[in-house]
């Protein structure tokens, strides 16, 4: 009797998930023409403000029909990032009379996507990577943009060679670090110079809410349209100086990746067994794992030159190995109310920082427990 009652349910949920998915691929029949029709008229992908519009609207419908409007900004947040990468297959293109962009390197990881996303977007593209140097005149020849996305222990010597480019092309570069290569282009050639370092990795399916940090080298007014480019491919374009550039790298790149390849270290050499680590890990402890995890799945060469290229680093690393050995002697000298007093110092200098912080890693723990498949035996 019991087993019917929930055999009837589980038949009318099973229908109820089916007429989702029906839902979901209507919407994304139509979401694909919206992306049509912005490629055509030139409209971005990503359109802050309809989508603020949007999750309110569907937040109040949640909440007259008893749902939570959490749970509904959720699924639309994913079925949101979903159509943006199966909108993005054309884009506008920000200056049709552009002529040929090169890309330097554009057989390499980011170099390809960069390559696809120019082609995509109408632009005539030619690649030269390094065993094409010796076509390099007839490629580089009455290019209007030349993108150099090479190793970045190569970067200054690949600048080196592009001397001969034409006055009015674009030299610029996508380098995760910018005041060298920056420099470097400013001196070999005197047309317009722009450093690029976009923050993310080449695997990504779309630009949409990806930043690229735009470094200013001369004549901006001529390297305009390519930004106007990268906005139109969705990304947050964010102007700063190639120095303030760099020393946030130090931050957000050397100490984060140094961090995680220290942390590498030490779990190898302690040699737990990691799959008990894993069966009795909480949420928290897979996140960290997989944050450091996936960067020994990734090319150790790329986080080299990341880590030794930046000329802050070093230093950073140093002071935070000083600060580790202060924390330290806090444990070591069972000083607990020092430990709590310096928590308190941080908490203050996170201020509000750090509930926002609480509420952003609350969605990530719970989608890290949502992935997760256990055998519970029943
Ligand atoms: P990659 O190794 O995948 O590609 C580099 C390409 O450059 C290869 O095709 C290689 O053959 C080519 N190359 C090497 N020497 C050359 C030469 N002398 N002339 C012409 N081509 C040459 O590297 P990647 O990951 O694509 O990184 C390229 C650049 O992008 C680096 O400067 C890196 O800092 C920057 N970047 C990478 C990422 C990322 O996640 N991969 C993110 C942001 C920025």
Redesign the pocket.
Known sequence: MADNILQTLRVQIDDIDSQLVDLLAARSQLTKQVGEYKSQVGLPIYVPSREAELLEKRRQQAQEKEVSPNLVEDILRRVMRESYQTQSHQYLCANSEAGKVVV??????????FVSMFERSGYQVEV??????ESAGNVLNNASLVL?????R??Q??IS?LSRLPPYCILA?????KSAPLASMLEVHQGPVVGL??????NIKSMAKQVVVVCEGRKAEDYKWLVDQIAIWGAAVYHTTAQQHDDAMAFIQVMRHFSSFVYGAHLAKENPDLDLLIALSSPIYRLELAMVGRLFAQ?P??YA??IFSNNKGFELLQRFSTRLQECLTLVENGDKQGFIDQFHHIADWLGDYANECLKDSEKLLQKANDDRTLNTGI
């Open positions: 330097v390197g554009g057989k390499g990881a980011l170099g390809g996507f030269l990577d390094k065993d094409d140097w150099v996305s090479v190793p970045i190569f970067t010597t690949v060679e570069d996508v380098t995760s670090v370092h976009p923050m993310f990795g080449p090319d060469v790329l030159d990341i």
